[in-house]
């Protein structure tokens, strides 16, 4: 097993939106994140979703657990929910199966820190299990945040693949 580099794409400027698109299929699909906050000091937090092939569409749904707590769903999403407002950087991990003519599903493992940088804070971590409910093959990943904030300049998206 070889994961081929799909594609990426990393900010020239802070924004909400982080595009990695034209992307050849494959049936299995890593996309790694690594985002920084903006402003880095703590008075914005952006908020990581994930969305495929640019549709806004309520065909999304997730399960979500932070820190080992009690997990969250979410049914007929507009997107699947990565991460909680972070306050310094971000490193997101996702799989994803992207067979034909089947429903899409992911699990993801965020890192995050939340509150002041050093080691007297401990990471912040989510799991999120979601789901894309079309049947067409994941050719463009959006990475987008929708909370306060922008991700900052240098913030990056890869997506590699492979064949079983």
């Known amino acids: 097993m070889a994961w ?19 992307l050849d299929v494959r049936t299995n699909l890593l996309i790694q994140c690594d985002l920084i906050n903006h402003d880095n000091t703590g008075s914005d937090s952006p908020q990581p979703f994930l969305r495929f092939n640019g549709t ?22 507009a997107q699947i929910k990565l991460g909680d407002g972070f306050n310094h950087n971000c490193f997101i991990n996702i799989y994803a199966i992207n067979q034909l003519n089947k429903e899409k599903l992911t699990i993801s493992d965020a890192n995050y820190l939340r509150g002041s940088s050093g080691a007297g804070e401990a990471p912040q971590q989510m799991r999120s299990y979601g ?5 067409d093959q994941i050719t463009r990943v959006d990475i987008e945040n929708l909370d306060t904030g922008d991700f900052k300049a240098t913030s990056t998206v890869n997506v590699f693949g492979w064949e079983a």
């Open 131 to 135: 789901k894309w409910d079309r049947n």
């Open 4 to 22: 081929d580099l799909l594609g990426t794409t990393s900010l020239g400027a802070a924004a909400d939106l982080i595009t990695v698109d034209n």
């Open 56 to 77: 806004t569409a309520s065909d999304y749904s997730n399960r979500t657990v932070t820190n080992g707590g009690s997990d969250v769903s979410q049914t007929s999403q």
